[in-house]
């Protein structure tokens, strides 16, 4: 479907299946889309929806009667006629033309539909995908409803190599796919190469054809990672709205790996580390990452049916990401966090990404997210929910022990939570605006109580 509305000059906006309700309402509307391409058995997810500009519906696998308001189109309509032959849009298609829509994952407020020119894709699936050649098979763990998933296809497409497109993520089920598809290349994205870590030695660790791995952040030990698996290890600075913009040599090739290495500042682009006014940050010192690019249209125009916040993102000139990271004195970037999830406590910036890099190094921690709670005056402390792996307990004075021994002391959590299962975004992502706003709950393990109770060493 991708590639006929491609080739067609049209646009697509590709959704979540999982969204349902106020969400997918939301996107739907927002996208201001006049056809819906859709399997039967999502259909009943729209039951009750204001479908905004929606005319028409391509149902595969058979619809009937699914409401008298839009025209319900068989899946036969996708083919070509019989006899047909492509005709070229009309008129053509160009650079900055756009191509598609992604939703973020709209953790903190509605979704934000992304639009990506055509350049912007190219450069996005070329440059990501950096590291293929023609004899490489490239596996996507990511769906098409994600952008790092849906330039896969334009990016081996360009490289004359092959992909392979699969389901969620499963640590457990990784290995065997690698095998079965003869995969050579790959993405980690977030805890993925973590999970891997974590999990009892065995002999697939190195009986597979893997060698390329894009991992994107640099989890706490990629040097152990690579050695482990056999593999090479990339990464690079990237989002929905941003192609890759810093990007790293082999990692095994990096003299001084320290915490969020991103590597360095690609040709063709202008990054600056900026503070709240958009003056530049010294050497060392955090501050958000903005960018333009010498080639237009590259990055994203902005957010299609939302100016305000194309406006807040396009100042001065320049794209703001949102995230905030440091620069050495030879020029290597390194991620710190989000701007919205940096923990402010008693004067000092506190990194919830290195934060929740330390937790994910105890054996029994699946999942973390570390944030701020408020308590008296509006003082804010680090708290972490975190979610033990299966069968294991986190007991929260063992986990202090064990950070106490890797991270300086102001940085180390006075609140743990410990949940079953992290909430999670439509799109996989932990929800911590959620945990925010519930707050300490009364299962919250308090450091301080500890101590006034003398049954903490922490």
């Known amino acids: 479907v991708a ?66 308001d839009v025209e319900v189109l068989s899946g036969d309509v996708l083919g070509p006629p019989p006899g047909s032959s492509y005709v070229p849009p009309d008129p053509p298609i160009e650079a900055w033309d756009v191509h598609s829509i992604f939703f973020t994952s709209g953790t903190t407020g509605p979704s934000k539909a992304v639009m990506s020119t055509h350049a912007h894709i190219y450069q996005m699936a070329t440059d990501g995908l950096h590291f293929l050649t ?19 296809l334009w990016g081996v497409i360009a490289k004359s190599a092959t992909a392979v497109i699969v389901g969620r993520f499963k640590a457990d089920e990784f290995w065997d796919q690698i095998d079965r598809t003869g995969t050579t290349g ?23 054809n893997l060698k390329k791995v894009l991992q994107q ?90 100016p305000a916040a194309t406006a807040t993102a396009w100042r001065n000139g320049w794209f703001h990401t949102g995230d905030v990271l440091k620069q050495d004195e030879d020029g290597n970037y390194y991620y710190v966090d989000r701007t919205k999830d940096v923990i402010r406590r008693r004067g000092e910036n506190i990194s919830s990404y290195e934060v929740e890099t330390e937790v994910l190094s105890h054996p029994s921690v699946n999942a973390v997210a570390a944030y701020a709670a408020l308590v008296q005056n509006g003082e ?32 180390v959590p006075r609140f743990i939570r410990t949940v079953a299962e992290l909430p999670r975004s439509a799109t996989d992502k932990i929800n911590k605006a959620k945990l925010r706003e519930e707050g300490v709950t009364s299962d919250t393990w308090d450091r301080k109580e500890a101590d006034l109770k003398g049954t903490s060493e922490c």
């Open 380 to 411: 804010g402390e680090v708290m972490i929910a975190v979610e033990p792996k299966n069968g294991r307990e986190v007991n929260p004075q063992s986990l202090c022990d064990h950070l106490l021994g890797r991270m300086t002391g102001f940085m």
């Open 134 to 152: 023609s004899d490489d098979r490239y596996m996507s763990p990511s769906a098409f409803f994600h952008i790092a998933g849906a330039y896969v």
């Open 217 to 306: 952040p640099v989890t706490h030990d990629p040097v152990a990672f690579a050695e482990r698996f056999g593999v090479e290890i990339y990464t690079q600075f990237d989002m929905t709205e941003v192609g890759p913009s810093i990007i790293s040599e082999p990692l095994s090739h990096v003299s001084h790996l320290d915490k969020g290495y991103c590597g360095k500042k690609r040709d063709g682009f202008e990054v600056r580390l900026v503070d709240e006014n958009d003056c530049e940050v010294p050497i060392g010192t955090p501050g958000e990452l903005s960018v333009r690019c010498d080639v237009p249209w590259v990055i994203t125009p902005g957010y299609f049916g939302m």
């Open 3 to 68: 590639l006929g509305i491609y080739y067609a000059g049209a646009v697509y906006a590709p959704l979540n299946p999982a969204y349902k309700g106020a969400l997918l309402e939301h996107a739907i509307g927002l996208a201001d889309a006049s056809l819906l391409i859709a399997h039967a058995t999502y259909l009943d997810q729209l039951e009750g929806l204001a479908l905004g500009s929606l005319k028409s519906i391509v149902a595969i696998g058979g619809a009937e009667g699914l409401r008298a």
């Open 186 to 208: 790959t993405i980690l994205i977030g805890a993925m190469a973590d999970f891997l870590l974590k999990a009892p030695p065995g002999p697939k660790d190195r009986d597979h």
